[in-house]
């Protein structure tokens, strides 16, 4: 049985949100709790799926990804079939970020990284377009990044 969050559980969940390296106790102190009812909770939430993953979020420019490019696409047929075969094409590229199936004049929204725009156009011209029933594909590229943030705001 899935419980509500609590305002703690929120608290906790911000904590970690910001810095997932705290140890229990570092939370623990933050929270006003002993150590034991910090690691229940924590247990308790990965269990029910709030805390599905625990990651490090890697600099792009360090790494040399220093293109981010939003992709819509939008598919000429809409059947299962096509729908299904595109997604499961378009998960397999790792230089797609996120991708998410929308509603409006495009059917997807997909982020992508690369090193370069040299790389970007072989991604374009070597793995999107690969995919049949494209219909048509629009590209924005980011020029600054103002805001990139990975917390959810709880309380």
Not at 134 to 140: D, K
């Amino acid at each position: 049985m899935e419980q509500k969050l609590d305002k703690t559980d929120k608290k906790l969940l911000m904590l970690l949100q910001k810095d997932a390296k705290l140890t229990t106790k570092q939370l623990a102190y933050h929270l006003g709790l002993t150590v034991t009812p910090v690691f229940e909770r924590i247990k308790r939430l990965e269990k029910q799926g709030v805390i599905e993953k625990y990651v490090a979020i890697l600099n792009k420019e360090k790494i040399g990804k220093k293109l981010i490019a939003f992709c819509n696409v939008s598919i000429k047929e809409h059947s299962r079939e096509y729908i299904h075969h595109f997604e499961s094409q378009i998960i397999k590229f790792p230089e797609v970020m996120e991708c998410y199936h929308i509603a409006g004049m495009y059917d997807y929204m997909l982020k992508i990284t690369t090193e370069n725009m040299d790389s970007y156009h072989d991604f374009i011209y070597n793995k999107l377009a690969t995919i049949e029933n494209i219909g048509n594909v629009r590209s924005s590229f980011v020029m600054s990044e103002l805001k990139n943030s990975t917390i959810h705001q709880l309380i």
